[in-house]
């Protein structure tokens, strides 16, 4: 995920190192830059590779490295494809930092970078926006391939009530035949830790994908539509409200944190349009988007209304 500051402080300015208005990146300059802390990023880092691990201990010393490892690896490819690209159009940025959580199921709220100052032009917003959830995918399918490879085949007669019931995306079931196969009735897959790993990084990237606001699927909505993304946004956000209302609760604090970040900054230079390819690529990540979202991730989905009612009506 990426976060910017979206105002000028008195310190700050812009620095145009190059541009042509076509195809060619504006360098933004920030001067002067903060230092960055390293041992702050490295402490999170590894608290966060620590808590990944401790909730996965109920599989095991050996599952819990594997959950870990590969949730780490998903969200640092993810990360670093936003920073890469962002240092090559010039836009100073922060390392990741990653969130640690000691609770289940995740043990982590993903990570995030931050970048200081407005982006330079729409090529640049579209390119980081889109360079992160890609990057995070090359590791996800693999994640997901082997951990079903190695996941045992089981009765559901023989599952007890405590196991979590997760939900499959168009993605994760497609890739699910490919690996195991169809199965017979009564039976399911106990999903091995790296494979859990693996639908976790699909949900995430679906989540971040989601074309509203400043998330990495707003930015990516801005830069190939502009003034008309607007709408789209809000068109978006309204079916995931309606998901929410009537389908899963569960999504109530996304949407309540959505609400906060729905409006989506300008760049420098908004009027540097895309090219057919990046056009191209968007078109794909927003396939992504759709194929992987979950829209009851957790158990049989009940929606905040339907809740109400049965509290309301015992």
């Not at 089981?154 to 699910?176: H, K, P, R, W």
Request: glycine fraction near 10%.
């Amino acid at each position: 995920m990426i976060n910017w500051e979206n105002h000028m402080e008195k310190n700050r300015f812009p620095i145009f190192t190059y541009s042509n208005r076509t195809n060619e990146t504006i360098t933004w300059g920030d001067k002067p830059q903060k230092k960055q802390n390293i041992m702050v990023h490295v402490l999170l880092f590894v608290l966060t590779i620590m808590t990944t691990y401790l909730v996965a201990l109920g599989d095991g010393p050996l599952g819990a490295l594997w959950y870990s490892m590969g949730i780490i690896t998903i969200l640092l490819t993810h990360e670093m494809g936003h920073y890469l690209m962002a240092k090559k159009h010039g836009v100073p940025t922060t390392l990741p930092y990653f969130i640690p959580l000691p609770l289940p199921p995740f043990g982590t709220m993903g990570a995030v970078i931050k970048m200081q100052g407005r982006i330079p032009n729409r090529l640049a917003l579209f390119d980081v926006g889109v360079a992160g959830p890609l990057a995070g995918l090359i590791m996800i399918i693999p994640a997901i391939l082997i951990g079903l490879k190695l996941s045992p085949i089981v009765e559901l007669s023989s599952l007890g009530e405590g196991t979590m019931t997760l939900g499959d995306s168009l993605l994760f079931s497609f890739l699910a035949r490919i690996s195991i196969g169809s199965l017979p009735p009564g039976q399911d897959v106990l999903l091995h830790p790296l494979a859990f790993a693996g639908w976790v990084g699909l949900l995430v990237t679906a989540l971040n994908l989601l074309p509203v606001g400043q998330l990495d699927g707003g930015h990516i909505m801005y830069a190939m539509f502009w003034k008309r993304s607007k709408l789209f946004s809000s068109l978006m956000y309204g079916i995931f409200l309606f998901i929410c209302l009537f389908y899963y609760a569960g999504w109530l604090l996304f949407i309540i944190v959505l609400s906060f970040v729905r409006r989506h900054p300008p760049t420098m230079d908004d009027y540097l349009l895309l090219d057919n390819k990046r056009k191209l690529i968007g078109a794909f990540a927003l396939i992504v988007f759709v194929l992987a979202f979950t829209p009851v991730p957790f158990g049989i989905g009940d929606g905040l209304i339907p809740l109400l009612i049965k509290l309301l009506n015992p």
